[in-house]
């Protein structure tokens, strides 16, 4: 796949007329070309023609960067340096979202592009226009050969370029290595789902080193599963499996974003009842179309791109009410897919919900009964896509995956049934219910249903297996874990909820998204400022920059395992309060009443504490810093032996503390 609009031996750029690499440049342009574009493309190439004459080096415009949707300006291979090139044509001054751009660009290469890794990359910001003193030339605090932001004008990018190139040391470049170099990035949830929407294919944005399980496949299978199906006039429901962060939810919007068209028999809608995912992800769709659109010239409004948004992103409820209203009408889509299926509400919850709601006092059906009753009304087929989490179940009410198998089991006996491999596995909760399938026709198991790598963290694989030990309290395990995941993927303790801002501020480079993550049952942390009862909007929390106060970035609200479930920071700050607390005799679970700590006695909620815990400490993409407040000994509800034990269980594992 070529990557860029225009690339040549910098000699080659300098023999060819400006004119015919603007044409070159025009026709590689997926958009129609605006008068400004082609100016600003001319002007680039007469900057540069006039500096580069001193050297040889490879040439790049419009160099594609997929996960975010964008394009770099110019990339240039000089010596041992890979310059990143932003140019802002006019502008008098440095914006510091400008700043944050061309530092991404250069991050994704660092992070993801194979023969980028090892050398220096240099990102340099050109306001054409703007006055300033000479920049200078350092690399950033990470000491991995990315150089800080440079910002120059136009008359002092030449200095710059030699300054840059007399500071590295290193062997040239070649191009065709560098060329050959494969993309593999891992995007956040909210970049995955843009980059789909405009188009991308799965592979486009997802890793293909060996060592990541092939999201393609998975993706290629339940295509496949949808096509029989139809073809067969069969219906049929198949259970992706995947640790946190694996990609399941990838897997989702791939599928769907393939049958987006409404006219189209294979039409599919993707469902969550993941409140803020769903926001969030249509907000930032939203955002996202709206900004695509007026860079192209085209007038559209928000209300106008959000609706079409809404119809191929949807909460699960809202599914149901409407399959409620049209109680005998199949709904539109003959494919839906489940995000967090095992959070389904079960029997009990489903009923109390539509007698108190709905006014349906004889509803008998659990929820995932009901949502696959939904899709057999089709006449002809459909096709039922579970994404299941393993030990992700947070809330009361929650049925776990065994409820979709008994529905199956108890109503639906025509239905062909694709398993993952790995559904038997204990986390899943699905193995004694799986047993009363194995006599029934029509039933499949499948090992690319399910992802076995966490694609959370580019910088660390294992995580959530380093996670899932120091929960279960296997300490030996966890320690050979933690040695092989803190190599590349920082990981510190300390008492100090300051020290942990600084921290993260310090790892944090570009555009990085960092924040505080906390449980929903941590209400003695007020001391501290957090009050995880003061509400927090996640769609500011998540999409907005970092001048906005209600952003993470700002590190004073705060997000519950409910805010952040299915999403992800670069970094995080999960603050550790004492409803979870370490004990000689294992976890203690605890819930705040009145002006009391309470022991958790319930299995069920037990269980739920401890997951929310789980997902607090599978957030972080590049890293992790844990606070485990000291107490106060003259305050009985944060006495420090509720605190200390836990904070030394943490450093005997070989945590760093700071």
């Not at 459909?382 to 992700?392: F, I, M």
């Not at 694709?418 to 699905?430: M, P, Q």
């Amino acid at each position: 796949m070529q990557r860029e609009y225009y690339s040549a031996s910098i000699a080659t750029f300098l023999e060819t007329r400006p004119e015919d690499i603007v044409g070159i440049l025009a026709t590689n342009n997926q958009f129609s070309l605006e008068t400004t574009q082609r100016d600003a493309w001319m002007e680039q190439i007469t900057i540069l023609r006039a500096l580069l004459p001193p050297y040889d080096g490879s040439i790049y415009f419009e160099y594609s960067i997929p996960r975010m949707g964008k394009r770099i300006d110019v990339v240039l291979l000089i010596g041992p340096i890979i310059f990143v090139l932003e140019f802002k044509i006019g502008e008098t001054t440095f914006a510091a979202h400008a700043v944050d751009q061309v530092w991404d660009y250069a991050l994704d290469l660092k992070n993801f592009h194979e023969s980028s890794h090892e050398q220096f990359i240099a990102p340099i910001l050109i306001a054409t226009r703007a006055k300033v003193v000479a920049p200078c030339v350092a690399v950033t605090p990470q000491d991995d050969k990315l150089l800080l932001p440079i910002k120059t004008n136009t008359d002092l990018l030449g200095d710059v370029l030699g300054n840059v190139l007399r500071f590295a040391e290193g062997a040239s470049i070649e191009r065709d290595q560098w060329e050959r170099g494969r993309y593999c990035p891992t995007p956040t949830i909210v970049e995955a789902a843009m980059a789909l929407y405009r188009g991308h294919s799965v592979s486009d944005i997802s890793r293909s080193d060996a060592g990541a399980t092939n999201l393609t496949q998975t993706s290629a299978l339940i295509s496949e599963i949808i096509r029989s199906s139809k073809e067969s006039s069969v219906k049929s429901i198949c259970f992706v499996t995947g640790v946190p962060g694996a990609g399941k939810t990838l897997v989702g919007l791939n599928v769907a974003t393939e049958n987006i068209d409404k006219s189209g028999d294979n039409y599919s809608v993707f469902l969550s009842g993941n409140g803020p995912l769903v926001a969030i992800l249509r907000e930032a769709l939203t955002r996202d179309k709206v900004r695509h659109e007026r860079e192209r010239g085209r007038k559209i409004t928000k209300g106008a791109a959000m609706s079409e948004v809404k119809m191929f992103i949807q909460n699960v409820h809202h599914f149901r009410d409407e399959c409620l209203i049209d109680s005998d009408q199949p709904p539109i889509e003959h494919v839906a897919l489940f995000d967090e299926a095992q959070r389904a509400w079960n029997l009990e919850q489903t009923s109390s919900f539509m007698q108190r709601k709905k006014k349906r006092p004889d509803f008998k059906l659990s929820e995932p009964e009901f949502l696959i009753s939904c899709l057999d009304r089709h006449p002809d087929w459909a096709v039922v896509v579970c994404l299941v989490g393993g030990g992700q179940e947070i809330n009361t009410g929650e049925a776990g995956i065994s409820e979709w198998i008994d529905s199956l089991k108890r109503s639906f006996p025509q239905w062909h049934i694709y398993i993952s491999s790995r559904l038997t596995d204990s986390e899943y909760g699905a193995g004694k219910v799986l047993e009363q399938l194995e006599s029934r026709p029509n039933v499949v198991v499948k090992d690319d249903l399910h992802l076995a790598v966490s694609m959370r963290s580019f910088r660390a694989e294992h995580v959530s297996l380093l996670v899932k030990q120091i929960l279960d309290l296997r300490v030996d395990d966890a320690k050979l874990a933690l040695e092989k995941v803190q190599a590349r993927y920082p990981l510190v303790i300390t008492r100090d909820l300051c020290a942990a801002k600084r921290w993260l501020k310090n790892k944090a480079r570009g555009s990085e998204r960092y924040g505080i993550v906390v449980s929903s049952q941590a209400e003695r942390l007020k001391p501290h400022a957090i009050d995880v009862r003061s509400p927090m909007d996640p769609i500011h929390w998540f999409l907005d920059g970092k001048e906005d106060v209600r952003s993470s970035y700002y590190l004073e609200d705060v997000a519950t395992e409910f805010d952040v479930q299915g999403l992800e920071l670069d970094w995080a700050c999960i603050t550790w309060d004492a409803d979870f607390r370490y004990t000689k005799d294992g976890w203690e679970h605890r819930s705040f009443v009145g002006s009391k700590w309470h022991h958790i006695k319930k299995p069920q909620r037990q269980t739920y504490l401890k997951n929310a815990y789980r997902v607090l400490l599978t957030r972080a993409r590049q890293g992790m810093v844990i606070v485990v407040p000291p107490g106060d000994p003259e305050d009985p509800t944060r006495n420090p032996k509720f605190y200390d034990p836990t904070f030394e269980y943490l450093q005997s594992i070989g945590f760093k503390v700071i």
